[in-house]
């Protein structure tokens, strides 16, 4: 059975981009996908099996930091940060962990990134499976 994945990005063209590479996996399938994190909120409490949240940081309504902040104590879903500016190391990528992130992926060239599968498929692959796994 494969694991329910929301989608949460300000971009609907990243969201369609994420889809599309969830599509070619097959232990992983999109159930919800929202514009911000507020959305987002709604959208959890509607979809309690969601198992894994794609999550962007700069978005309108509520930002990704501000979504983990509130989320962490509602759900056991993995929360996967997807966003340009949480590089690795990078001080926004530190905030988020520290706020329950469980992983943190930088998209490749900035907020919509349609190089993903390209550039950051293997790392973003690996980190989902393994976040699954533990």
Known sequence: MPFNVMIVDDAAMMRLYIASFLRGMKDFKVVAQAA???DALEKLEA????????LDIEMPVMDGLEF???VRPRTRA??????SVAVSGSPVAAKARELGADGVVAKPSGAVSHDL??????ELRGTM???MAA
């Open 36 to 38: 911000n994190g507020k």
């Open 117 to 122: 599968e390209e550039t950051t498929g293997d």
């Open 129 to 131: 499976r393994r976040l």
């Open 78 to 83: 993995k929360i996967c940060m997807l966003s």
């Open 47 to 54: 979809n309690p099996e969601i198992d894994l949240i794609l």
């Open 68 to 70: 983990l902040r509130q």
